[in-house]
T-cell receptor
């Protein structure tokens, strides 16, 4: 158990819908990262927050957004969902802004039908 | 740009065999970190090791060992006396100093047959 929690574990929704994925980092970690794992793209970095502020952006679509709240939990919002958004979404946390290991949560499997 | 290549898509071995998973990386950063993660069938990503680019010492942890060679830009992972529980997808990853995101390889699926 990495100490990172993600809810829900599974999510099935229809095209065009909007969903919110939630992540709670390990106790004491200030950074939260979101990654997407799909069959065709592999594991890709989406976005990072550190202590409530966005710090880095990767291949995140404009239909996707995220935020980190004062209690350090983070939410990833996916809207206008398409079939191609079906993937495993991971949240990871680390203690610092740049360094250290990233510990991953169990992931949320999103299926868009 | 950073890139991680895991040329072995799938490896199948019989229990108790030794197996080496290859990882080759590209980066222009002078200092960087290399990682290995394990993804068992249950789906979570489990951190195994982090290695700094300025530390080329090999590392051994139980049945696991890692061989970092800067000259060949490789960071290979060996499992000695493999077990069925080692069956998983293994990912090599890279992060340059000053960068925040991990760049992952495409993964190697290891199947250990009893």
């Amino acid at each position: 158990d990495s100490g990172v929690t993600q809810t829900p574990k599974h999510l099935i929704t229809a095209t065009g819908q909007r969903v919110t994925l939630r992540c709670s980092p390990r106790s004491g970690d200030l950074s939260v990262y979101w990654y997407q794992q799909s069959l065709d793209q592999g594991l890709q970095f989406l976005i990072q927050y550190y202590n409530g502020e966005e710090r880095a952006k990767g291949n995140i679509l404009e239909r996707f957004s995220a935020q980190q709240f004062p209690d350090l939990h983070s939410e990833l919002n996916l809207s206008s969902l398409e079939l191609g958004d079906s993937a495993l979404y991971f949240c990871a946390s680390s203690a610092g802004n740049r360094d250290g290991e990233q510990y991953f949560g169990p992931g949320t499997r999103l299926t868009v039908t | 740009a950073q890139k991680v290549t895991q040329a072995q898509t799938e490896i199948s071995v019989v229990e108790k065999e030794d197996v080496t998973l290859d990882c080759v990386y590209e980066t222009r950063d002078t200092t960087y970190y290399l990682f290995w993660y394990k993804q068992p069938p249950s789906g979570e990503l489990v951190f195994l090791i982090r290695r700094n680019s300025f530390d080329e010492q090999n590392e051994i942890s139980g049945r696991y060992s890692w061989n970092f060679q800067k000259s060949t830009s490789s960071f290979n992972f060996t499992i000695t006396a493999s077990q069925v529980v080692d069956s998983a997808v293994y990912f090599c990853a890279l992060r340059g100093t000053g960068r925040r995101a991990l760049t992952f390889g495409s993964g190697t699926r290891l199947q250990v047959q009893p």
